[in-house]
């Protein structure tokens, strides 16, 4: 049906100039996506006022169904909220996964890292593992909340520190919740610097199908700057053997992550790309430094992620990071998602000693313990950080041309910036994610819908690329379950 009353160009929509003349735009909201030629741009700016429409053309048709047009009295925000958090907090529906810190410690020492940088602002609370038991009494009162609740596919995480320092756990914690969930499939994964994996513990993990994540920073000489035991010793050797150990044994590897500083950046190149695709790695998580800028302007630092993107790609590496929460959410909506996939919201996080806590690297206090999860659903700081963790609703985020797309990805930084009173951290990551987003929209045929192909508005691609773009698509999609 169309809207009632007049119509009116979307005040979320964002505009991303391409050097074939076109230009992408997406919404910031609900990240519908479209490529525009000038005829096109020239009608969509013909609805800056409200305009009444006697008619649909098929070419404004398309354009209310991507939601750049909208009825002039319709509520954008309000809408998405809304389809974005039906129910109400305190009834856990809204949670589909379930994130165990197995243990908080870990057996390296890499001087970028976020979660001791957080863990230090607490003092009194010593960095532990999560007991056999306390697990079980996390997963039971989680799987409770998930009986009532709409999904029948669940999430179970496992991160640290070094969740492999409590192995025993990721593989009771994993059997235990696969025994008592028959509704649906239980999906498990973890964060690993593989230096601890055996061959039998890799046997294990591929056993249950629990896929893994694996951190590289870089060739052997760059990895081994950053990336030390406590006593200093390099890793490199030892992280590649454990991977290997991994992909021998049937363990589905889903993705390196590397984390670039100032330090190592100018140090890896093409060869760290053909490294990794001698390895089999396909998909790589690259972030920067997020407690000391790699680089002054994050405008900058977007180019130069942007140029490795490209030599990723050159060796068949699809290269992502959390920065392209946003890009993930465009390519997910693309694909016929009807909004963008919720982000943190939809996890429980349970820290080591059975709280359940805001954040996953928590430098805050926790919210109550799991084994009265009713109760720390229904109270009011539960709904404060639900609330202020719903897409649309993020305090810092409203008004962010990638507000709905990214959703808060920045917000541990601003955390550990209004504790520590180091300005210009949250402002630096936002800017890094914005303009990260911008470039691989205005670089990529990701924007093209099949079903527009043929439209007048949109100019036809040369078939090789458009498939090429389809395969690109099926790689960013590594979200989740898939909203609808």
Known sequence: MPPVGPLVRSRFLVRVSREDG????????????????PAAEALLDGFAAPTAVDRLTPELRTLVARRFLVDATADERAEFVHHMRPDAPETGAHLQGLLLLAAEQCNLA???????????????????????????????????????????????????????????????????????????????????????????????????????????????????????????????????????????AGVEVTNVN??????????????????????????????????????????????????????????????LGCWGRAVRALALVRQGAALP??????????????????????????????????AVLASEGFRRHAESRSAGRIPECVGCEVEGLCQGNASTTLVYERATGRSGLFEHRCELIRAMTRGVVATANAFDVPALRSSRLWRRRPRRRRAAVARRAAVLDTAGPRGR
Request: charged letters at 25%.
């Open 22 to 37: 076109d230009a992408a735009y997406f919404h910031s909201l609900l990240g519908t996506s479209l490529v525009l030629n």
């Open 110 to 248: 890499c001087p970028y890292c976020i979660k001791d940088k957080l863990m230090d602002l607490r003092p009194d609370r010593p960095q532990a593992r999560i007991a056999v038991e306390t697990a079980r009494h996390a997963i039971d009162a989680f799987l409770a909340v998930a009986e009532r609740g709409p999904h029948t596919d669940l999430g179970l995480q496992f991160r640290g520190g070094e969740a492999l320092l409590n192995a025993e756990v990721v593989l009771d914690a994993t059997r235990y919740m696969r025994a008592r969930w028959t509704r649906g499939d239980v999906v498990v994964s973890m964060v690993s610097n593989a230096t601890l994996v055996t061959d039998a513990l890799a046997r294990s993990l591929a056993e249950l199908g629990i896929t893994v994540e694996v951190s590289l920073d870089g060739p052997r000489a760059v990895h081994d700057l950053v990336r030390v035991t406590k006593g200093g010793r390099p890793t490199y050797d030892r992280v590649v053997a454990g991977f290997a150990r991994l992909v021998a």
């Open 258 to 319: 590397t984390t670039v500083t100032a330090e190592t950046l100018p140090l890896i190149d093409a060869s760290f790309f053909a490294e990794l695709a001698r390895l089999g790695v396909r998909h790589v998580n690259l972030e920067p430094d997020v407690l000391r800028p790699v680089l002054a302007d994050p405008r900058e630092l977007a180019a130069r992620v942007l140029e490795m993107r490209a030599l990723a790609n050159a060796h068949g590496v699809e290269l």
């Open 341 to 374: 996939p919720p982000a943190d919201y939809a996890l429980l996080i349970v820290d080591a000693l059975g709280h359940v806590v805001p954040w996953e690297y928590n430098g805050v206090a926790d919210l109550g313990p799991v084994a009265d999860l009713p």
